[in-house]
């Protein structure tokens, strides 16, 4: 008898359809095959789901099983594939019905005591089942959250393969998960607060701008200047996520296996903060099977690299791709996936090796030729693709001693606000997300500039040898200060605040 189970694998952050066979004959000597390029993970799922089986009191009769997972040429990896089996065992065998069998998607690992545990990439697979009309999708406990984000789709979580086994013979009801409310799950609240930060008024107004329209920013100044502290502030004035973006977000986190035990939808804009010893491959993704690396984690969020100099140049360089297109491509023989990596870089670095540079409070200690080094670990390429370069000079005491305290996010984040919303109303649905993203003919059509204005732009490329890409970065930051004060078209005060705000231009 051979009985046939709906599944799924994933590449990239979409899942594939991967139909289970199992083919089960009481005569010959009795074996286990499996094929369909099954790595270690997935063959070994034959001894885990005997075990977990014979712990729920099941007791199979000896036959000739031969497992498919079909189709054949696509690798199969992970523990997902353990629940399908077992339920394929049980109905081949004639413990359980096989006629509904196919109406469902699987997906699990089992304990060796038969108990359901999560595994990666459900979010991928449930979109994948409401695709294909499934009538619903049977996942482990721990997954059913972010799979009942699915709107449509009827989400079953037994707590072990008996629960399971008797909700698929009839036996026993299993209801299904019922569909969460966005209003009823609010954003968390970072606990953190721009009025804590004590002086700092030019770099707030810089950060400011950059959310308001997603671009990348480097602060550059001395230790201890609050370099750090701003960034991590960053995401308090930043747009909460809407449901088509936070379903990408969680995508991305199901695949990656960073999803919280029992957590729906991510909520909150991510904010990643990777160590400068960093690898290529934890940074932008890769592997022998393809995982999403900081870039993607950070992907609708803040990827913020502190000490940017230190960070391997291969890293570093790593990133251009993926800060111009927004994704990243990674190609194998057999294959190639694509990660989306839609973040905003924040990225914190010293003017020097000893970090007074410049700070009249300090002196240098560092030879010229040893800044030039230091400063060049960071390439004109990478230079390019941040739009804002903004100093962080060192507190001095008189701000540091005020009692009152700065502005806070809540009123930047209502001026940021504003300006998304002018964005999103002038590029619609199906447009850019932000300014940051302009490019081609939206970017002339919006960043459309007067007489006075070519005037100033042509200065500053004399003067500053502005390159295309930062023209374009220029153009869109103008074009977001324009937003900030609700002004239709691009004014040279717009235009000449937007120049100011690149200092590594002005040398």
Request: proline letters at 7%; hydrophobic letters at 45%.
């Amino acid at each position: 008898m051979v009985v046939r189970l709906n599944s799924g694998g994933v590449e990239g952050v979409d899942a594939y359809p991967v139909e289970l066979e199992v083919d089960f004959v009481r005569q010959g000597l009795p074996g286990f095959t499996m094929v369909g390029l099954a790595e270690t993970a997935v063959r070994e799922a034959k001894d885990r789901v005997f075990a977990a089986l014979r712990a729920a009191d099941f007791k199979l009769p000896p036959a000739r099983i031969t497992v498919n997972l079909a189709p054949a040429w696509r690798r199969k990896s992970g523990a997902s594939y353990d629940l399908p089996l077992a339920v394929g065992l049980l109905a081949a065998s004639g413990a359980i019905p096989a006629g509904n069998l196919q109406q469902f998607f699987m997906a699990g690992e089992l304990s060796l005591s038969g108990e359901l545990r999560p595994v990666s990439g459900v979010l991928p697979l449930a979109l994948l089942a409401r695709q294909r009309g499934a009538a619903g999708i049977i996942v482990p406990p721990g997954n059913g959250a972010e799979a009942a984000v699915v709107r449509g789709l009827c989400v079953h979580t037994p707590r072990n393969i008996a629960q399971c086994a008797a909700f698929l013979a009839g036996r026993e009801p299993l209801e299904p998960l019922p569909e969460p409310e966005m209003d009823e799950l609010p954003p968390l609240g970072h606990g953190l607060d721009f009025a804590e930060v004590k002086g700092q008024e030019a770099a707030k107004r810089a950060l400011e701008i950059a959310a308001a329209g997603g671009h990348n920013v480097l602060l550059l100044g001395p230790p201890g200047s609050g370099k750090t502290m701003l960034a991590q502030r960053l995401p308090t004035i930043l747009p909460p996520l809407d449901f088509e973006e936070s379903l990408e977000v969680t995508k991305i986190y199901s695949v990656a296996g960073k999803l919280i035990d029992h957590e729906g939808l991510v909520r909150q804009r991510p904010f990643r903060a990777p160590h400068h010893t960093i690898s290529d491959v934890a940074l932008v993704g890769g592997g022998t099977y393809p995982r999403p690396g900081e870039v993607s984690l950070a992907h609708r969020g803040v990827l913020f690299l502190d000490e940017l100099p230190e960070f391997q140049k291969s890293a570093l360089e790593s990133l251009r791709q993926p800060l111009e297109g927004g994704v990243v491509h990674i190609a194998r023989s057999a294959h190639s996936v694509i990660f989306p990596a839609a973040c905003m870089l924040v990225a914190a670095m010293n003017p020097c090796p000893c970090g007074y540079h410049g700070d009249p409070t300090h002196e240098c200690s560092c030879r010229p030729d040893q800044r030039a080094r230091y400063q060049a670990r960071v390439s004109g390429p990478m230079l390019d693709r941040i739009d804002v370069h903004v100093e962080v000079p060192a507190v001095p005491y008189a701000d540091l001693r005020q009692g009152r305290a700065g502005e806070g996010s809540a009123a930047m984040r209502e001026r940021v606000l504003a300006a998304r919303a002018v964005q999103r109303q002038r590029y619609g649905a199906d447009g850019p997300h932000c300014n940051a993203e302009l490019s081609g003919a939206l970017l002339d059509e919006h960043c459309a500039l007067d007489a006075a204005g070519h005037d100033l732009m042509e200065a500053a490329v004399n003067r500053l040898a502005l390159s295309a890409r930062a023209c374009a970065r220029v153009l869109r930051m103008a074009r977001t200060i324009a937003d900030m004060e609700g002004r239709q078209r691009i004014d040279t005060a717009h235009l000449a605040e937007a120049v100011s705000l690149r200092v590594l231009d002005r040398g």
